[in-house]
T-cell receptor, first 113, second 113 residues
Framework: NAGVTQTPKFRILKIGQSMTLQCTQD?????MYWYRQDPGMGLKLIYY???????DKGEVPNGYNVSRSTTEDFPLRLELAAPSQTSVYFC????????????FGPGTRLTVL | GENVEQHPSTLSVQEGDSAVIKCTYS??????FPWYKQELGKGPQLIID?????GEKKDQRIAVTLNKTAKHFSLHITETQPEDSAVYFC????????????FGKGTRLHILP
C-alpha cells in the first residue's frame, strides 16, 4: 500500500491564481481530511469527508473548496490564492472518525506571492 | 468546542534523559487522546494513543498518562535518543460520528548529544 499520497510537493502561486491539491489513499478509508500547518500553530482542519459524496467544513474553510467523488480521492481547490494561504497542507485519512488513527500524507508546501 | 493546550512549545533534553510533554483539554466528553510525531519534511505519524477508560499506557520507551478529572494528559519519553528529535502533537476527540480530532500546537523536542 502506498498509503496517502499528495501532489505536488511544492508549489508557488501568484496572488489570484487557482490550483488543486491532489490527495489519494489506497486503504479504503471512509474518512478523509485536509489540514493546514502554519509555523508554530499546529494543525488546523480545513475540510473533511465521511464518505464519497459527503463533505463538511472544518475550522478554517474560507478560500477553499473540496469534492469527494470517489472513496480514494479528496482534492482541495484554491480558487483565488492569497498570501494568507501560504502554508503546508496535509491530507489524512482514517477508517472511522471514532478514535481511529489518522494516516497523513507527506504534505504540499504552498507559497503565494 | 474542544480546545487543546500543549506545553512546552520547545524542549531540549540531554540524550539519555527523559522528556515530558503536557496537554490539557476543555471538553469533558473527549475520550480519545492520540500523540503524533512529525519528523522534518514529513507528515505526522501516530506513536501512541489512550482512551478514557485507561489511566496509563506504555509502549517501550514511550508512555502516556491521562487524568480525566483534571482534564490533562502527558507524553513521557525515557532514555531519549537522537531519533526522538521531532515535533510532537497531542490531540483530543469525543469520538462522535462527525467529531474531528483537535490538535495542540506542537512541541519541538531537541535531543542534545
Amino acid at each position: 500500500n502506498a498509503g496517502v499520497t499528495q501532489t505536488p510537493k511544492f508549489r508557488i502561486l501568484k496572488i489570484g491564481q487557482s490550483m488543486t491539491l491532489q490527495c489519494t489513499q489506497d486503504m479504503n478509508h471512509n474518512y478523509m481530511y485536509w489540514y493546514r500547518q502554519d509555523p508554530g500553530m499546529g494543525l488546523k482542519l480545513i475540510y473533511y469527508s465521511v464518505g464519497a459524496g459527503i463533505t463538511d467544513k472544518g475550522e478554517v474553510p474560507n478560500g477553499y473548496n473540496v469534492s469527494r467523488s470517489t472513496t480514494e480521492d479528496f482534492p482541495l481547490r484554491l480558487e483565488l490564492a492569497a498570501p494568507s494561504q501560504t502554508s503546508v497542507y496535509f491530507c489524512a485519512s482514517s477508517y472511522h472518525a471514532r478514535g481511529n488513527e489518522q494516516f497523513f500524507g507527506p504534505g504540499t508546501r504552498l507559497t503565494v506571492l | 468546542g474542544e480546545n487543546v493546550e500543549q506545553h512546552p512549545s520547545t524542549l531540549s533534553v540531554q540524550e539519555g534523559d527523559s522528556a515530558v510533554i503536557k496537554c490539557t483539554y476543555s471538553d469533558s466528553a473527549s475520550n480519545y487522546f492520540p500523540w503524533y510525531k512529525q519528523e522534518l519534511g514529513k507528515g505526522p505519524q501516530l506513536i501512541i494513543d489512550i482512551r478514557s477508560n485507561v489511566g496509563e499506557k506504555k509502549d517501550q520507551r514511550i508512555a502516556v498518562t491521562l487524568n480525566k478529572t483534571a482534564k490533562h494528559f502527558s507524553l513521557h519519553i525515557t532514555e531519549t535518543q537522537p531519533e526522538d528529535s521531532a515535533v510532537y502533537f497531542c490531540a483530543a476527540s469525543t469520538g462522535n460520528r462527525d467529531d474531528k480530532i483537535i490538535f495542540g500546537k506542537g512541541t519541538r523536542l531537541h535531543i542534545l548529544p
